[in-house]
């Protein structure tokens, strides 16, 4: 059994940054494409950004385009989300995900899930 454990998030301004990082419990993270996504209220779960296996390419959803950044540690067993610039409308509970892969032409998650990390940005 595969856990997955968030953290990083909390409350900052308009503009602001925030690093999170995403554990990986099992011995299999380095043969997986890892990605987060986020739930913001009242809203669905949507994709954020993805990184292949070796961390050779990255994806990501338009509106974090140049302002998110992911990458992974394969020796550590975690993947990170560097978030600068931080608007309003980024504020959500942020997941990680194994086994991230685009399927029918979406970002979807597969695998194991995190329980989340809340990421609040203030105008």
């Known amino acids: 059994q595969v856990v997955l454990v968030e953290s990083g998030g909390g409350l900052v301004q308009a503009g602001g940054s925030l690093r999170l990082s995403c554990k990986h419990s099992?011995?299999?993270?380095?043969?997986?494409?890892m990605g987060w996504f986020r739930r913001a209220p009242e809203k669905e779960r949507e994709f954020v950004a993805a990184i292949t296996l070796d961390g050779g390419s990255t994806y990501y959803k338009d509106s974090v385009k140049g302002r998110f950044t992911i990458s992974r540690d394969n020796a550590e067993n975690t993947i990170y989300l560097q978030m600068n610039n931080l608007r309003p409308e980024d504020t959500a509970v942020y997941y990680c995900?194994?086994?991230?892969?685009?399927?029918?032409?979406?970002?979807?998650?597969?695998?194991?899930w995190g329980q989340g990390t809340q990421v609040t940005v203030s105008s």
């Open positions: 099992g011995r299999s993270f380095s043969r997986y494409a």
């Open positions: 995900n194994t086994g991230t892969r685009k399927y029918e032409g979406e970002w979807k998650g597969f695998g194991s």
